[in-house]
């Protein structure tokens, strides 16, 4: 071997040993550099610990082996939250970036099986989780995707312990996240482009009476999906109405599925909230609720659902709503020594056009519904307001089929006291009504209808009662079929009462005047 070629040969294997040389030392350096961080320069609050750090400066890699990072309160000088995880990987840091343009560049922040559980204390203000040290961000922060891997997370009560929020094999990809000087400004301190998020066996703690639990979810930026989701009273109706000062209902609600589509929120002018969707779908609810009416009356006044909507605190706009084959049980319980009445709607499907309080007059949310009603009976309803009327003005059509009138004795016989004979083969009727008042009028053809008055706590018929009401009640509409009686009535509402009870008011007033006044029409 040639002299020259001697000299070129040890200076490139020079050159290379300094080059991995450097590399080690600038290895052991800056994961120097990072546990004297993590040692001494963290908030006091927060602790780590970790069983290794591996550092590769030539790809900007940096891995945190089997953490556990525990957060104490600074008030309470007690543990609120914990996150331990088997990796915490940053990959492909900017060195240009930060030395050149003070930016911090990232490809990819991965949590792998984060264990995350935090103590919520509701004493402490919001304002106090604010962290401090992200006001004083010197650089702006790019991330192009932030993976976290089969996580769980858990929310206790601090003082109790009990379960507030749970959710398993937590999958989630951001992706563009920024921070800056600007985005910290913000509600929301960072911005992102696009997002999706799984996990299974969500459980909600929604209230002190009722869970929410959803066995899946999926969450893109384009749709939400929930699966399997139950809304359910934690405790049996017995305990319940032990518990309850005043009325409250039982609640055992099951949807197969909800999903929304090209859903947006975020706030306006970093104050107010606001979510949008222009498609939601309910399919295959079915709904158990059950009323103890021997509970004290709930005497708080409630409001009609435009003004629910009008009052929302944040700006809610979905344009369609569709409800597909739901079921309706609703039981109610008037009489300590009866069995509690019953009602039912099946194959319910509704469609819900501006359930929103941002459109403007004179759009109106509208609501369809077709449904059977005790089994058999068809039953399609209109019902249409104006958020922006504060008289609360609306409209409620029902176009009801043929109706067995004992089908509906499963509810009267127990909470009226009343079975009902005879058959009913066409109802109409229509509330024009505002909060406090409203006017019906109802249009019905029916045939050897009876009302049979039953005795106090016996199920036996009280004969001189039950003929006293019938001498009230026309028999029938008309002796041809295809004629109607009608009934027209004005209805005070009970503001303590449900929508539902005031829609119930209207329908009891309007047939009873068609029943016993004298007004017939073809």
Same mark, same amino acid.
């Given at each position: 071997?040639?002299?020259?070629?001697?000299?070129?040969?040890?200076?490139?294997?020079?050159?290379?040993?300094?080059?991995?040389?450097?590399?080690?030392?600038?290895?052991?350096?800056?994961?120097?550099?990072?546990?004297?961080?993590?040692?001494?320069?963290?908030?006091?609050?927060?602790?780590?610990?970790? +069983?290794?750090? %591996?550092?590769?400066?030539?790809?900007? !890699?940096?891995?945190?082996?089997?953490?556990?990072?525990? !957060?104490?309160?600074?008030?309470?000088?007690?543990?609120?939250?914990?996150?331990?995880?088997?990796?915490?990987?940053?990959?492909? &840091?900017?060195?240009?970036?930060?030395?050149?343009?003070?930016?911090?560049?990232?490809?990819?922040?991965?949590?792998? $099986?984060?264990?995350?559980?935090?103590?919520?204390?509701?004493?402490? @203000?919001?304002?106090?989780?604010? /962290?401090?040290?992200?006001?004083?961000?010197? $650089?702006?922060?790019?991330?192009?995707?932030?993976?976290?891997?089969?996580?769980?997370?858990?929310?206790? /009560?601090?003082?109790?312990?009990?379960?507030?929020?749970?959710?398993?094999?937590?999958?989630?990809?951001?992706?563009?996240?920024?921070?800056?000087?600007?985005?910290?400004?913000?509600?929301?301190? =960072?911005?992102?482009?696009?997002?999706?998020?799984?996990?299974?066996?969500?459980?909600?703690?929604?209230?002190?009476?009722?869970?929410?639990?959803?066995?899946?979810?999926?969450?893109?930026?384009?749709?939400?999906?929930?699966?399997?989701?139950?809304?359910?009273?934690?405790?049996?109706?017995?305990?319940?109405?032990?518990?309850?000062?005043?009325?409250?209902?039982?609640?055992?609600?099951?949807?197969? +599925?909800?999903?929304?589509?090209?859903?947006?929120?975020?706030?306006?002018? @970093?104050?107010? &909230?606001? =979510?949008?969707?222009?498609?939601? %779908?309910?399919?295959?609810?079915?709904?158990?609720?059950?009323?103890?009416?021997?509970?004290?009356?709930?005497?708080?006044?409630? +409001?009609?659902?435009?003004?629910?909507?009008?009052?929302?605190?944040? /700006?809610?706009?979905?344009?369609?709503?569709?409800?597909?084959?739901?079921?309706?049980?609703?039981?109610?319980?008037?009489?300590?020594?009866?069995?509690?009445?019953?009602? /039912?709607?099946?194959?319910?499907?509704?469609?819900?056009?501006?359930?929103?309080?941002?459109?403007?007059?004179? %759009?109106?949310?509208?609501?369809?519904?077709?449904?059977?009603?005790?089994?058999?009976?068809?039953?399609?309803?209109?019902?249409?307001?104006?958020?922006?009327?504060?008289?609360?003005?609306?409209?409620?059509?029902?176009?009801?089929?043929?109706?067995?009138?004992?089908?509906?004795?499963? &509810?009267?016989?127990?909470?009226?006291?009343?079975?009902?004979?005879?058959?009913?083969?066409?109802?109409?009727?229509?509330?024009?009504?505002?909060?406090?008042?409203?006017?019906? @009028?109802?249009?019905?053809?029916?045939?050897?209808?009876?009302?049979?008055?039953?005795?106090?706590?016996?199920?036996?018929?009280?004969? &001189?009662?039950?003929?006293?009401?019938?001498?009230?009640?026309?028999?029938?509409?008309?002796?041809?079929?295809?004629?109607?009686?009608?009934? +027209?009535?004005?209805?005070?509402?009970?503001?303590?009462?449900?929508?539902?009870?005031?829609?119930?008011?209207?329908?009891?007033?309007?047939?009873?005047?068609?029943?016993?006044?004298?007004?017939?029409?073809?």
């Amino acid at each position: 071997m040639s002299r020259p070629l001697k000299i070129v040969l040890i200076v490139v294997i020079s050159l290379v040993m300094l080059v991995i040389t450097g590399l080690f030392l600038s290895n052991v350096v800056l994961k120097s550099k990072i546990e004297s961080y993590l040692q001494n320069s963290l908030p006091e609050t927060l602790k780590i610990q970790y +069983s290794d750090i %591996e550092v590769s400066t030539w790809n900007g !890699r940096a891995v945190i082996f089997s953490s556990k990072i525990t !957060r104490t309160g600074a008030t309470t000088n007690l543990n609120n939250a914990q996150l331990e995880m088997d990796s915490l990987i940053v990959d492909g &840091f900017g060195y240009w970036d930060f030395f050149l343009n003070e930016k911090i560049t990232v490809e990819s922040i991965q949590l792998r $099986h984060p264990k995350l559980i935090y103590y919520h204390n509701p004493l402490i @203000d919001k304002k106090d989780y604010q /962290d401090s040290k992200l006001e004083q961000l010197k $650089h702006n922060v790019v991330v192009k995707r932030v993976n976290v891997q089969s996580g769980e997370f858990t929310i206790l /009560d601090f003082e109790t312990d009990s379960l507030l929020l749970k959710a398993e094999n937590f999958t989630m990809n951001v992706m563009g996240l920024r921070l800056d000087e600007n985005t910290l400004k913000d509600k929301i301190p =960072f911005e992102f482009k696009e997002y999706n998020v799984h996990f299974k066996n969500l459980f909600f703690q929604l209230n002190d009476y009722e869970n929410i639990e959803i066995k899946s979810s999926k969450l893109t930026t384009k749709e939400l999906n929930f699966s399997n989701l139950k809304l359910y009273t934690k405790y049996s109706k017995q305990k319940l109405t032990r518990m309850i000062p005043v009325e409250r209902d039982h609640f055992d609600i099951d949807i197969k +599925s909800i999903v929304l589509i090209d859903q947006e929120f975020g706030y306006k002018q @970093d104050s107010l &909230f606001y =979510f949008s969707s222009p498609k939601v %779908e309910f399919n295959n609810p079915t709904m158990s609720i059950y009323r103890n009416k021997l509970v004290a009356d709930d005497n708080t006044i409630k +409001s009609l659902y435009s003004k629910m909507l009008r009052n929302l605190n944040f /700006d809610l706009t979905l344009s369609n709503v569709a409800i597909r084959n739901a079921a309706i049980n609703y039981t109610e319980k008037v009489k300590a020594d009866a069995a509690a009445g019953e009602i /039912d709607f099946s194959k319910l499907n509704a469609n819900i056009s501006n359930l929103s309080n941002t459109y403007k007059s004179p %759009e109106k949310t509208t609501i369809n519904i077709n449904a059977k009603f005790m089994k058999e009976t068809p039953i399609e309803i209109e019902w249409y307001f104006d958020v922006n009327d504060v008289n609360d003005h609306f409209i409620f059509k029902a176009d009801i089929g043929k109706l067995n009138a004992n089908k509906m004795n499963n &509810f009267t016989e127990p909470n009226l006291n009343v079975r009902l004979e005879g058959e009913i083969y066409k109802t109409y009727f229509t509330v024009d009504g505002y909060d406090s008042t409203s006017t019906v @009028d109802l249009k019905l053809n029916y045939e050897d209808f009876k009302v049979v008055v039953m005795q106090k706590n016996e199920q036996k018929k009280n004969k &001189f009662m039950s003929a006293v009401v019938n001498i009230f009640i026309d028999k029938n509409s008309d002796e041809q079929k295809n004629r109607f009686r009608n009934g +027209s009535a004005k209805v005070e509402r009970n503001r303590t009462k449900s929508v539902f009870n005031f829609l119930w008011l209207n329908a009891k007033q309007g047939l009873t005047n068609a029943m016993t006044g004298n007004g017939k029409t073809k």
